[in-house]
């Protein structure tokens, strides 16, 4: 049953007003772009800070953490209606900035979703759903939603209904985090998949829950045949991929668990049945692991070099064959037109899971290193090859355009 109700009266808001310069006044690089780049930093003492550059080009091989925004934790940014919006690390709140011509930072508002039993970095945005820039949900108890305006910072109620079931063959609910960059545009499909408590055995399929964007309830519920969906990405015409990010993917090499694959949603919501399993002979049988489309009839993937792994298969999955398969993911790019796909040339390491960005047309994937310290940022191109751009401290994780 659907439990929605007005409670902004509950949500900790806080305006404030920028500052506008007075009439015939503006400022220099007023009508100049902006750009945002954010990378973690891991500290020796276990600490872990999120740091905000931003700049006027898109060229960003000029980008230093040197003047850079410090937030404490995991916190994360997304871009709405020419807004840096920022959701904290350590408390369950978001905060909205106008980006000032010198590249100065104006709070304009603050929202809290502690009041609905969210605590921590719970509101991260790897736990929201944007159905445009008035309508986000943000995951509450597993299946329940609070649904918010992005743009007025405004907390408009609850949705509470859900068919899915909590529990299925030993395994407990769990609600997937919304892997970057999220999608800004409806309609939501929010995956959830069946997990142990280790976070290593999921279930074969993963039920995608389909929401109205009038009502906000849950329309309809698609089990897809795939393990533990949670990355996913739009094409032009309304096909939504998806694909898992890097719990478990290797075990369904030995016989422990259901084999990692790639399914997409017709613009219909419903599984395109005949898509996806065509994926792996265009590697040369290699498993396809996190899969985006680009745009343009191109995606981008990793995919896992099973034949370059000094792995016996057949002798079960131990922690030496995870770590050696660790280091064999390769970074390919696919053309969905001509239903190829090749290995990109130039990476020196990529994870199962990655990040990327796509500014101006241009395409950047973020590659860190093996201990997360520092991490080098290529640019794609067109015939599969990169040029280094950046080489950076920390984790790189987001580059958007905020206006």
Known sequence: MLGLFACGDEATIISVAPE????????DGA??????????????????????????????????????????????????????????????I???????????????????FDSYGITGGGAGFERHWFLNQTTAYVTLDVTKRVIWNPTTMTIEGVAEDSALELTREGLVLDASFNRQPRILGGPILKPFYYRDDQWYRFGPTTPIAVYDPDTHREQAIIDVP???????????????????????????????????????????????????????????????????YMGGGKAIGTVLHTDEADVDYSAGYTDEAA?????????????????????????DRIDSGFFWGIIDGRTFVFAPYEDWSRSKVYELFPDASVSEVLDTAGYAYELLRVR
């Open 20 to 27: 506008v310069p007075a009439a015939g006044d503006e400022p």
């Open 31 to 92: 009508d100049e772009p902006v750009y945002a780049f954010q990378t973690v930093v891991f500290g020796p003492d276990d600490s872990t800070s999120s740091y905000v550059a931003l700049t006027h080009s898109n060229d960003i091989s000029g980008v230093t953490l040197e003047g850079a925004r410090e937030f404490p934790g995991y916190a994360f940014i997304t871009v709405v209606d020419g807004k840096l919006l920022v959701s904290s690390g350590e408390e369950p």
């Open 94 to 112: 978001v905060t909205s900035y106008d980006i000032t011509p010198e590249l100065g930072w104006s709070e304009v508002s603050r929202m809290g």
């Open 226 to 292: 795939c393990p533990a969906l949670e990355v996913q990405s739009r094409d032009e015409a309304g096909y939504t991929y998806f694909s898992p990010w890097s719990y478990g993917p290797e075990s369904g090499l030995f016989g422990e668990g259901p084999e990692v694959c790639i399914r997409r949603i017709s613009p219909d919501n419903t599984l395109d049945e005949s898509w996806g399993s065509e994926l792996t002979t265009w590697t040369g049988g290699r498993p396809v692991m996190v899969f985006r």
């Open 323 to 347: 770590l050696e398969l660790a280091g064999k993911y390769r970074l390919w790019l696919f053309d969905l037109e001509n239903q190829s796909a090749q290995q990109v040339t130039g990476v």
